[in-house]
């Protein structure tokens, strides 16, 4: 801000600026008395010292009001009064020289004084108008802070209605451009052909993948983080594994976090990952451990091939990986809304192993629950 304020006084150019404020009336009033003076005491009656007092008024009134375009002011009268001396004398005295120098360099001070003035009272005003917005943003952002979490919401789902909406419509079109994918690989007989309606149709689905990240996206941190149980989260996600296909089991009954509400999410897209690029997985655990001092780890298994260990960091980037590259981002994202962080710690051919990190405080352990695994 200060910078700005300096560089608007930067006024080199505001010398030929025109003279139409303040007061112009009054300052030609000054100009034309000046002059009366110049004709009546100087040239008709020779008088050549006392009367160019005068214009050191004219010329400080003028620094005052218009900065240093007094110069210009300062340089007319003396002008005036060095070509009165020397249609009357055929001479150019040096006094007359000295009272214009004198008179230019009264100018360029008072104005050069003036604008700074001028300067620093626009920029204590303007530091004023900026303190006093931002006391009013700060009531106003007490204001909101008291605000019921309903309120919130509602204002959260304005903003972001066109964007639903859109990705609402788009999603329609897809299923029906699926649909028809699905009807044209009925039809179809030709191999060429099937190979790339099957190509199609995997870019359709990774299309509607990123449809619903953005979806996801767009709810994290909007609702208020709550304590969740790991063990109901685990349970709900064992359901929709299909019979025979992967083991479940967990021994992390009782232990509850605080994290977003979009957590289930995040175990969602661990078992995900595990049935897309573990290739053999056949059993899935999910249990806990004290990790350093203060804080607990969640731990996420399978018994796949595991991640590389030149992958290990940048599965979590997004856009990394086969397919949308999007579950391990939204994950990452997730945890980090209450302060949770992940990291994959397993053996390349062995198994992946995901440990959740919670922090002291985002933990605690509540009267355990019957595990219904």
Known sequence: MRGQVLQRCDVGGSWWQSFTRPHPVLFVLLILIGLALEYEIHYRLGITVVYTQFYYLIIVVAGLWYGRKAIWVALFFASLQAMVTWILTGLLSPDAVMRGLIMLLVAF????????????????????????????E???????????????????????????????DIKNQLMGLMAFIELS??????????????????????????????????????????????GAHVAALR????????????????????????????????????????????????SSMPYGQDTLAIVYEDDGVGVHESDKKRIFEKGFGKNTGLGLFL??????????????????????????LVPKGKFRVVQPVPDTG
């Open 109 to 136: 001070v008072i104005g050069t004084i003036a604008e700074q003035m001028r300067c620093y009272y626009d920029q204590i005003t303007e530091q004023n108008h900026e303190l006093s917005d931002a006391n009013e």
């Open 138 to 168: 700060m009531h106003s952002l007490n204001a909101q802070l008291t605000e019921s979490q309903a309120a919130f919401q509602t204002a959260n789902k304005k903003l972001n209605l066109l964007s639903s909406i859109t990705r609402h």
């Open 185 to 230: 690989k009925e039809k179809s007989t030709d191999p060429e052909l099937l190979h790339f309606i099957e190509r199609e149709e995997n870019a359709a689905q990774a299309i509607l993948r990123q449809i619903e990240f953005t979806k996801d996206y767009e709810e994290l941190g909007v609702y208020a983080p709550t304590w969740q149980d790991i």
């Open 239 to 286: 359901s929709l594994i299909p019979p025979g296909e992967i083991e479940v089991t967990a021994d992390v009954r009782g232990l509850e976090i605080f994290a977003d509400p979009l957590l289930e999410k995040v175990f969602g897209n661990l078992i995900d990952n595990s049935r897309r690029h573990g290739e053999r997985v056949r059993h899935i655990s999910f």
């Open 331 to 356: 994950t990452r994202e997730i945890l980090g809304i209450t302060g949770l962080s992940i990291k994959e710690s397993g053996v390349y051919g062995k198994g992946a192993r995901f440990e959740i």
